[in-house]
């Protein structure tokens, strides 16, 4: 079969028996849609379509990364003899939403059945769960097996819990899937190792860069449609540094194994200027969009403890964002029902401030974080937690505001893992089903864990007058707005003293400054 040239719906002609849709986070060769697919009589169906695009306000670089990904799998099903029915973007009948292209693959091709894995997005999941009526059609909607715990199993570990606790998962998947235990104990006598993984840089580090992937045809073009489609979208589009194949995928897999496990839990907490990527895996992007599996990455990084390429603090770490924290997130996006995504537990409702669209801000952690963020669509959890995040929590934006700036802006985002994160770990808005405490915190962390304080105009030890640093202002008064909220947490309640301390008209005038700050960022409603 022809796989070069341009990739278009007319690759499949006539009727088919089934119809397997493949959404562009669902890259997965080992896909349950794409099993036992007949190469004369079966088809598969991929859409680029503006609406994913546009239902947020979203990053150039995350959409070319996207459409990249799915030209480069488009193709890779093609090696396999599979028949693709493939929408591009340009293609003038495109209706430009996932409906409207099932819609028209169904009339031109009559399929008994149509196939699809469970979307990773409630929206997406609602609008196909309307397909069989709307197009009188057998819809078949596929578990996901490309994770490590199926839903069932989930629901299972959940059911008689209070509350989910991310640690009592991870303990239990340890135990589960066999990972760094002997004899039914922990290797090395503790489940966490993150006391060792808090260590900060005395001067400015020098972590090995990621390799740049050469850019394909489809990348190239895709960049081009890209810059002629949405012209006014954020972000930088001067390359794709990110990983479109299997092939490209494995390759950063073995090149962080190599090159930055060996020091990511001791740093993994650190934040320097200019340092976008520092001993981080970089891999989220290609996990979320299936190109790697879970289980791979973890034995990868298994692997390089065995040998003594990487100590344990490291590898336990890592393992513990794949095998505890992806997981369990994913498990609570479904669980907590549709609702979860419009819960505001703090009652905030402030805007978003526009210096998260251009990092024009004198806050240098916020210029820096969000910049890059501009530039390549990518934070590591840290500055995603504990900069741009944290400064919305404090400043009262509210929740689906941040929400949705997180699932447009960076590149690894589906709506399973961003949703919970942001609005659950982030701005406890799900009155704590996710994170058992808001991770609210003045500039003096951000100081601790970073040199952005250097030379900044602001102070992070102020909390009042004009060079108060507006995180440490904003703390303060957030622990003061919320200390109703917040008095039955044993793990604020330490904090919640510390205000008590304060005096009355030092709290005054933090009130004063905060009202002053959120008028200057615009945040008010």
């Known amino acids: 079969m022809r796989t070069g040239g341009k990739l278009t719906t007319e690759a499949v002609s006539g009727r088919v028996d089934r119809l397997a849709v493949v ?21 598969v169906l991929m859409m680029e379509v503006k609406q994913e695009s546009t239902h947020v306000v979203s990053h150039r670089q995350r959409t070319a990364l996207f459409l990249s990904a799915m030209r480069g799998f488009a193709r890779s099903l093609q090696q396999r003899e599979i028949r693709v029915r493939y929408v591009r973007m340009d293609d003038p009948a ?9 819609k028209r693959a169904i009339i031109e091709h009559e399929p008994k059945l149509v196939q699809i894995v469970r979307p990773g997005e409630r929206r997406v999941l609602q609008e196909v769960q309307s397909w069989p009526k709307l197009f009188k059609t057998d819809v078949d909607v596929r578990e996901d097996t490309h994770f490590l715990t199926d839903l069932a199993e989930f629901a299972d570990w ?21 990972v760094l235990l002997r004899a039914g104990k922990p290797i090395g006598g503790a489940w966490s190792f993150d ?3 808090r260590d900060t840089f005395r001067e400015a580090p020098d972590p090995p860069a990621p390799s740049p992937f050469r850019p394909s045809h489809d990348t190239r073009e895709v960049l081009d449609l890209v810059r002629r489609s949405f012209p006014s979208a954020p972000g930088n589009l ?23 496990l060996p ?21 989220s992007p290609a996990l979320n969009l299936k190109l790697l599996g879970p289980r791979e990455v973890v034995d990868a990084a298994l ?15 890592f393992v513990r964002q794949i095998i505890g924290w992806r997981e369990f997130i994913r498990g609570v996006y479904w669980a907590e029902g549709p609702d979860y995504g419009e819960r505001n537990a703090l009652d905030q409702h402030g805007r978003l401030p526009q210096f998260y ?34 400064f919305a929590l404090i400043a009262g934006v509210a929740p689906r505001a941040i929400s949705d700036w997180y699932l447009g802006m960076y590149v690894d985002a589906v709506d399973w893992v961003t949703l919970p994160n942001t609005l659950g770990m982030v701005m406890h808005a799900d009155g704590g089903i996710v994170g058992t405490k808001p991770y609210a915190a003045s500039g003096r962390y951000i100081n601790r864990m970073s040199n952005y304080c250097n030379g900044c105009r602001y102070d992070p030890a102020k909390r009042t007058g004009p060079d108060a640093c507006p995180f440490t202002t904003f703390y303060w008064d957030f622990l003061e707005r919320n200390k109703r909220r917040l008095v039955g947490n044993p793990r604020m309640a330490m904090a919640l003293r510390n205000v008590d301390r304060l005096e009355r008209a030092e709290r005054q005038q933090i009130r004063r400054r905060a009202g002053q700050l959120r008028t200057e960022f615009e945040v008010e409603a």
């Open 357 to 390: 669209w251009s990092g024009e801000t004198e806050m240098a952690c916020m210029r820096d974080a969000i910049g890059q963020v501009l530039r390549y669509g990518y934070g590591h959890h840290i500055q995603r937690l504990m900069v741009t995040g944290n």
């Open 158 to 178: 959940l059911a008689g819990r209070k509350r989910p606790i991310m640690d009592h998962f991870y303990r239990a998947q340890r135990r589960r899937l066999d």
């Open 263 to 283: 020091l990511f839990g001791r740093f993994q907490d650190a934040m320097w200027s200019g340092q976008p990527f520092l001993y981080h895996s970089l891999l």
């Open 195 to 197: 006391a060792e993984n």
């Open 23 to 43: 959404l562009g986070d669902q890259l997965d060769a080992r896909s349950p849609v794409l099993r036992g697919l007949d190469a004369r009589r079966d088809a």
């Open 94 to 102: 495109n209706t430009q939403s996932f409906t409207g292209e099932v």
């Open 238 to 260: 001067e390359s794709l540094p990110w990983p479109v194949t299997r092939r490209q995928a494995l390759r950063a897999l073995r090149e962080f194994v190599d090159n930055r």
């Open 303 to 317: 692997g390089a403890y065995q040998t003594g390429k990487a100590p344990l603090n490291s590898v336990e770490g």
